[in-house]
């Protein structure tokens, strides 16, 4: 199934009416704790309901943080208004991002990465273990787009391929979120692309994003802005893509609302629909029955499992990047649990620019 992720905005609906008139958005995709705390239009709702109501609706999270090192109120809160939400309205599945966000302010964060390690594994899978438990449907995982060393780049999919094991867990493989690692690391988009786990891959996201000038001159560092056309180095590996997830059942195209205001930007967002709509069509991609799902049982610990040391460095390397701490002060940090000696100068940068932006203080 081809679908979008739905966006509130009046001229995201606008640029999305011939294809909702012309019934080619077969799923619909809602982040559903995006409008958690403001109230959902009576047209939205209806929107959403009927997509429900015809088993062709699917949630993804943005604000849970999964591998945030302290559990809070904030989280425990975040689950329970999932519970409700799954309650008045039916998802095929939910699916959240990889990464920690812990500033107090986190609808203003973005997700930072975390390194492959025994301890922020144990605290990955404890808080999906939790996320599953609140829902009877299935639960999945993003890959992220930014990532500070290849270390990280290259490490992911097999993080991501323990992480879901206890769970009967899913991925979402972004392509998009691939195209920024394979450019600002310099690695053939297919060779990361084949590091992930590809029979969990149950759902594909496309995208577009921006060039950001590079501080030292050397070359642009890409970044998952959502907000221009897909990539046609993406486009290309897509029909490769396609026949190596076998149990692929929705693709979604994503694009921020407040990016199609003009009649070029809705007539290239259409574009990309339709080309990727003709690429399904003449792929080798065949849409397999729906696999059979069973919650696992699973062992949770009463109290959510927590680590203060790994807290306290998140929370400090979060503030050194608002601050805008020097990058050689930030590599010469004395971490356990992240590797800033291996860090990109580059990207260090970047991660300060992208949370200068959204200032999560």
Not at 172 to 185: A, V
Not at 310 to 332: C, G, H, M, P, W
Request: a negative charge; proline letters at 3%; hydrophobic letters at 35%.
């Amino acid at each position: 199934m081809l679908g979008v992720s739905m966006m509130a905005e009046a001229d995201f609906v606008s640029a999305i009416l011939p294809l909702l008139q012309n019934n080619s958005i077969e799923v619909m995709e809602w982040s559903f704790d995006t409008l958690y705390h403001a109230h959902e239009p009576d047209w939205l709702h209806d929107l959403l309901n009927f997509y429900a109501e015809n088993d062709r609706l699917i949630g993804h999270g943005v604000y849970y943080s999964l591998f945030d090192a302290r559990w809070t109120e904030r989280q425990e809160e975040w689950l329970k208004k999932l519970t409700e939400e799954v309650s008045l309205r039916k998802y095929n599945h939910i699916t959240e991002h990889f990464g920690f966000m812990n500033t107090e302010n986190f609808h203003q964060g973005v997700p930072l990465p975390v390194s492959l390690h025994p301890q922020t594994l144990e605290i990955g899978q404890d808080r999906l273990y939790r996320l599953q438990e609140a829902v009877n449907i299935p639960v999945g995982i993003e890959n992220l787009a930014f990532s500070f060393s290849i270390d990280d780049v290259k490490e992911q999919g097999v993080f991501l391929d323990k992480l879901t094991e206890g769970t009967n867990g899913f991925l979402i493989l972004d392509l998009h979120n691939i195209y920024c690692q394979s450019s600002n690391f310099e690695v053939p988009i297919q060779e990361i692309i084949n590091l992930y786990p590809l029979d969990k891959v149950k759902e594909i996201h496309l995208s577009g994003g921006s060039w950001q000038d590079s501080v030292y001159g050397d070359k642009q560092v890409r970044r998952d802005t959502h907000d221009d056309v897909i990539p046609q180095d993406i486009l290309s590996v897509l029909p490769s893509v396609l026949t190596q997830c076998q149990n692929l059942e929705y693709i979604i195209i994503e694009r921020l609302g407040d990016t199609v205001k003009t009649e070029e930007e809705r007539d290239n967002f259409l574009n990309d629909f339709n080309t990727v709509s003709t690429i399904i069509e003449t792929s080798d991609w065949k849409v397999k029955g729906k696999s059979g799902w069973s919650k696992k049982e699973m062992k949770l610990s009463e109290k959510p499992l927590e680590n203060l040391v790994l807290y306290e460095e998140q929370s400090r390397l979060t503030k050194l990047l608002f601050d805008n701490v020097e990058v050689k002060a930030i590599k010469d940090q004395d971490f356990y649990y992240f590797k800033t000696e291996n860090w990109d100068a580059e990207m260090i940068l970047t991660a300060q620019n992208i949370i200068k932006k959204w200032n999560p203080y």
